[in-house]
């Protein structure tokens, strides 16, 4: 079926370094890649998005790169600090052609750890 | 504006228990879905609703059952709970199917 593939499953940086982490996903037809941080013993909240009409897109020191050629995606942190340790989910938007109703699919999460 | 709330935030049940799951959202949202969340497996998609009266499978349905029968509500049940069932479930909803605004969260231990 239809999914999306996250790696690396953990990344350990020191304060200071970038982060990247990339994502894959199966339905040519996807046009929408959300990320969602979520901090330990929290719900998920979006950061950061991407539509298929762009290749990138930046909001302060994180960004988010798009490739539909290969479809995959990538977030990246720069400048990395203590308060980015969380868990790092990318989505993708799938399109339910044959039936159904367009669903966002989930990638298995990034475990960031950042130490000063 | 309370936004998505689930409750409980915490459930032990016995295997074979039957228990439903509440979530309830302020927003007049048309979309709200269910997701299990579990290690390195991410967030997977249990059910979903576009509006009310409609649902839909989503990854992972066996097990789980629901229905909408209001804008605001979308209960999961668990007809028979089973250990492979322990998890913690978000609920989230939105105006469109590409967001997703999420709850607290439901630990669920099945013993």
């Known amino acids: 079926g239809e999914n999306v593939e996250q790696h690396p499953s953990t990344l350990s940086v020191q304060e200071g370094d970038s982060a990247v982490i990339k994502c894959t996903y199966s339905?040519?037809?996807?046009?929408?890649f959300p990320w969602y941080k979520q901090e330990l013993g929290k719900r998920p909240q979006l950061i950061i998005d991407?539509?298929?009409?762009?290749g990138e897109k930046k909001d302060q020191r994180i960004a988010v790169t798009l490739n539909k050629t290969a479809k995959h995606f990538s977030l990246h942190i720069t400048e990395t600090q203590p308060e980015d340790s969380a868990v790092y989910f990318c989505a993708a938007l799938l399109f339910m052609f044959s039936g159904g109703y367009n669903k966002l699919i989930f990638g298995a999460g990034t475990r960031l750890a950042v130490h000063p | 504006n309370a936004g998505v709330t689930q409750t409980p935030k915490f459930q032990v049940l016995k295997t074979g228990q039957s228990m439903t799951l509440q979530c309830a959202q302020d927003m007049n949202h048309e979309y709200m879905s269910w997701y299990r969340q579990d290690p390195g497996m991410g967030l997977r998609l249990i059910h979903y609703s576009v509006g009310a009266g409609i649902t839909d499978q989503g990854e992972v349905p066996n097990g789980y059952n629901v229905s909408r029968s209001t804008t605001e509500d979308f209960p999961l049940r668990l007809l028979s709970a089973a250990p492979s069932q322990t998890s913690v479930y978000f609920c989230a909803s939105s105006y469109r199917p590409d967001e997703a605004f999420f709850g607290q969260g439901t630990r669920l231990t099945v013993v």
């Open positions: 991407i539509r298929s009409n762009v």
């Open positions: 339905d040519s037809a996807s046009n929408y």
